[in-house]
């Protein structure tokens, strides 16, 4: 077995005390020794701190300050109602369009046909017009 020198020894106590004295004062240096009494964790629940910190307002209240924007909201209200529509009414156009189809009489699926293109054409403006009116 090899013997290590004393003054070997204490050389390599020499350098892991420097690497220990260099990485407390790295760590000094640039991490805050307050960072976690700074930024504690509040485990509360939100509703607990909603409650504490916002006062009680009505339905009411909150309508009276939206007083301005209540035309977009009807205009809203009106063109979300078009748009959750617009798939029976579909339906209902597709299912007597192909009821008129079935018909005896060419002249009369000709006539009935051009009534129900009309319809669709109507409905496609609709449904177009209140998606531009709900987007905007």
């Given at each position: ?55 009680k ?9 939206n ?18 529509a ?22 009369e699926?000709?006539?009935?046909t051009?009534?129900y293109?009309?319809?669709f ?16």
């Amino acid at each position: 077995m090899a013997q290590v020198n004393s003054g070997e020894e204490s050389w390599a106590m020499d350098i892991s005390k420097n690497t220990e004295d260099k990485e407390r004062f790295i760590e000094e240096e640039f991490v805050k020794r307050d960072f976690l009494e700074e930024d504690k964790i509040d485990f509360s629940s939100p509703e607990e701190n909603v409650a504490k910190e916002l006062p009680k307002s009505s339905l009411l209240q909150v309508m009276r300050l939206n007083k301005p924007e209540w035309p977009y909201i009807f205009i809203a209200c009106v063109c979300s109602i078009v748009m959750g529509a617009t798939m029976p009414v579909l339906a209902v156009l597709f299912g007597s369009l192909i009821q008129v189809l079935g018909l005896p009489n060419r002249a009369e699926i000709y006539n009935e046909t051009n009534k129900y293109s009309i319809y669709f054409v109507t409905a496609g403006f609709g449904i177009g017009l209140s998606t531009v009116m709900q987007v905007t």
